[in-house]
């Protein structure tokens, strides 16, 4: 290389050194709770294969009911019929029905009032207990819900009852992939 | 001093003495001798400053222009609409020519202004944190806001207590004295007295650790609080405490009468009444339920919830004690109000409270001593035998035990009690107590919980239903002195609302699918219906009476259907699930079909 073109080089460097000199990040990364990339994870699982895992056996939808007494569940929202908190058991969903919401509930908590259990719960408890709050509203399969009720006051089992339409707060149902 | 005391009753027997005058005493029939405590009951002033009237909590309002003849006559004046759709269960309050009142959550305090029919003058929005709906025990209510000193004091669902100016709506101080992470939340009506503000804790579903808090009235700032379990020196159990029975004497009983460390949440919340006697200085109200329901996990007498304490105003050091309900198992919180009467008992005049507990019985408590006088049923029982007065115990009976492993039928009262937290009212009229009350039975099964905390502490489930005879509410007038009804109405829907009584003979309260009914007061009336209304919403709020600028008499009363029993509206729940807002749904299936939920101030008097 000649010591032109060597010195045309140094030259390149420098003026692209200037150049990257201008590129300033006035903002700042956006805080991961409330950042597109955060919603991009969210959005990733709305088709997470384990929806239909754990929402389609029955042994995770009996364990997702140990789990909903254990956790103090009932105590706001009874079986499904509510109290401090809203119904589980009809067909509006304030925070939207689908498995990842419910999901998304469980671990991060709501603002009018539903607690964070993300640090009580393993993942595959709140996806346990997610399948058994569908199955309130006799979201499963038919052949996978509990043919009798657990609880002393003797609700109606969930198989005899029929599948609610997922509705959002204000009764319409929502776009995009449900089941 | 003694001078001006002497003015005073001599103005107050004045005041009887016009009252009598009136045609319609006559007809009142020979009275029992019991008349409210005299410095805790000033004369009428046609005002209503605080929810219950005056310190003796009498809710009667001695105004006599309503009346048996001419009620049936009465018509709105006004009406407001509060901006919420949830419980209502405040009193208005009225000072002069302006009315206070306020809302379920977000806890809006409105001042409308009387002598512009009601035109709002300013409203206060506290913005409670949205988090403590979500730990607020059935419904968001509020029990009232109350008036001193040229300043309106309340609480907000947050745990909050704020003073403000009660001509401008300015903020005085704020005082946080509750934590929602905890699941406190405050729901009662502050008591003034003494310059003291006393507020108390709601939480008693999860696992909270019941006290009540006196501010300074001046600067909000902290003059003491009383937990309601653990050492003595957090009770504030000093060389005053001198209790009745020998079973609340002993050092520490806070803490023994619990397995360890129970008492750390154990309950006994503060959220219903305060009384205050100013000659013996003493303010008198209940503890709640201990937690969890689950009775198998605390074994003991879980000192010092469900039942009564008397303490100093100045200082908080309790005086006495009384558990009505030792080792509650039933959710038979205690924290329903206490009437303040002097009158004679075996043929001697003595100072007492009157108690209309949650577990059926009607306590005639020695309000210097704590001693028990009478306790009787003024409901059906079947969860005890009775009380026994030489040791002020209640005879358990053991098959309504709860048990883990079996439900336990037909308990009697349900764990809303034979009454709830609404408050009668006492005429010195009549000398009769009008007890707006429930009959409500339950079947309940236990298992164990674990304490989460922020979360429900409960390891019971409840189905409740309508007690003997079908019907779920009653209103009963109450004889003090002979002891027994004097006469009671069936009402279909369990009764949530307060009483009113009137100088009139008229009292009024209201129904959950929205009747306001005025009844005849006097012992051989057999409470005839006299007038009755139908409002926009359930009635679940205290209804009250004063004179306005204009010298007229006015009854006002809020309709706003919710509360525990309600919530099934105001929520709404899904009535199919029998255990919804803890088993109460069962009871109130259909309520839907009957009342709508609203949130509506009605003021009501005579035409021109």
Not at chain 1, 128 to 138: E, K, T, W
Not at chain 2, 151 to 166: E, H, K, P, Q, Y
Request: with cysteine.
């Amino acid at each position: 290389m000649s010591s032109r073109s060597r010195a045309s080089l140094a030259l390149l460097v420098l003026v692209l050194a200037g150049c990257d000199r201008e590129e300033r990040n006035a903002r700042g990364a956006p805080l991961p709770e409330t950042g597109p990339a955060q919603q991009a994870a969210l959005a990733a699982t709305h088709s997470d294969p384990r929806a239909k895992q754990y929402e389609n056996v029955s042994f995770q939808i009996s364990q997702g009911q140990r789990l909903y007494s254990w956790m103090n569940c009932v105590g706001c929202h009874a079986h499904g019929g509510g109290g401090m908190g809203p119904p589980l058991m009809d067909e509006k969903w304030r925070y939207g029905g689908r498995m990842e919401d419910i999901v998304a509930t469980i671990q991060k908590g709501r603002p009018n009032g539903m607690p964070a259990f993300e640090h009580k719960l393993t993942e595959q408890q709140a996806w346990q207990l997610a399948a058994y709050v569908r199955s309130l509203s006799a979201q499963p399969r038919q052949d996978v819900l509990s043919g009798r009720a657990d609880e002393m006051s003797n609700t109606e089992p969930q198989t005899l009852d029929e599948r609610k339409p997922v509705k959002d707060a204000a009764g319409s149902e929502p776009k995009g992939p449900v089941k | 001093m003694k001078g001006w005391l002497r003015v005073r009753l001599k103005l107050l027997s004045g005041a009887v003495l016009l009252l009598s005058a009136t045609p319609f005493a006559g007809l009142a029939a020979q009275q029992n001798g019991a008349r409210p405590a005299a410095s805790a009951s000033p004369a009428e002033d046609g005002q209503w400053t605080m929810p219950a009237k005056n310190y003796a909590s009498t809710r009667y309002s001695g105004l006599n222009q309503i009346n048996i003849s001419n009620v049936a006559r009465l018509k709105p004046v006004f009406t407001f609409r509060v901006g919420t759709a949830k419980g209502l269960e405040a009193a208005p309050i009225v000072v002069g020519s302006t009315m206070y009142i306020i809302t379920p959550y977000p806890n809006y305090v409105w001042a409308l202004d009387l002598a512009k029919g009601g035109k709002p003058k300013w409203v206060f929005r506290p913005h409670p944190k949205p988090a403590s709906q979500g730990v607020a025990c059935c419904d968001v209510v509020n029990r009232g806001v109350t008036y001193s000193n040229g300043r309106i004091f309340f609480a907000t669902l947050d745990g909050s207590v704020f003073a403000i100016d009660a001509n401008s709506g300015r903020q005085i101080w704020r005082a946080q004295v509750g934590n929602i992470n905890k699941g406190e939340t405050v729901t009662m009506a502050p008591l003034v007295a003494e310059n003291r503000v006393l507020v108390g804790n709601s939480g008693g579903e999860f696992g909270v650790r019941g006290w009540l808090t006196a501010l300074d009235a001046g600067s909000g700032k902290l003059a003491w609080r009383a937990y309601s379990t653990g050492p003595d020196k957090d009770v504030l159990i000093g060389p005053s405490f001198k209790p009745f029975y020998a079973k609340d004497r002993g050092k520490d009983l806070g803490v023994k009468s619990w397995q360890p460390d129970g008492w750390k949440i154990g309950g006994g919340t503060t959220w219903g009444w305060i009384s205050y006697d100013p000659k013996l200085k003493l303010i008198y109200y209940g503890t709640g339920n201990p937690g969890p329901w689950n009775p198998e996990q605390r074994p003991g007498d879980d000192k010092w919830t469900a039942g009564v304490f008397a303490r100093d105003v100045t200082t908080g050091q309790a005086r006495w004690y009384y558990q009505s309900t030792p080792h509650d198992e039933f959710d038979h919180d205690d924290i329903n109000e206490q009437i303040l009467l002097d009158m004679p008992v075996n043929g001697r005049m003595r100072a007492v409270m009157v108690r209309p507990g949650r577990n059926g019985f009607m306590y005639v408590i020695d309000r210097a001593s704590g001693q028990v006088l009478s306790a009787d049923p003024y409901g059906f029982i079947n969860s005890v035998r009775g009380v026994d007065l030489k040791t002020g115990m209640p005879i358990p009976v053991p098959e309504k035990k709860p048990k883990s492993g079996r439900i336990t039928r037909n308990i009697c009262p349900a764990a809303p009690g034979a009454k709830d937290w609404n408050p009668s009212a006492f005429s010195p009229h009549t000398g009769l107590l009008y007890v707006p009350h429930i009959n409500l039975c339950m079947d309940m099964g236990v298992m164990e919980t674990s304490y989460i905390s922020g979360t429900p502490y409960l390891g019971a489930e409840v189905k409740m239903y309508a007690g003997p005879g079908g019907n779920r509410g009653v209103f009963t007038a109450w004889d003090p002195v002979r002891r027994k009804k004097a006469w009671e109405l069936k009402e279909d829907l369990p009764l949530w609302s307060g009483a009113l009584a009137t100088g009139g003979d008229v009292v009024f309260y209201g129904t959950m699918d929205g009747w306001f009914k005025a009844v005849d007061a006097r012992p051989g009336s057999n409470g005839r219906l006299l007038w009755q209304t139908k409002l926009d919403s359930g009635i679940i709020s205290q209804p009250v009476s004063y004179r306005g600028p204009d010298g007229r008499q006015y009854v006002a009363v809020m309709s706003g259907v919710g509360g525990w029993s309600g919530a099934i509206v105001s929520a709404p729940l899904d009535a199919r699930d029998p255990s919804s807002a803890l088993g109460f749904v069962n009871a109130m299936r259909d309520l839907p079909a009957r009342t709508k939920a609203g949130g509506r101030l009605y003021v009501f008097a005579l035409p021109r």
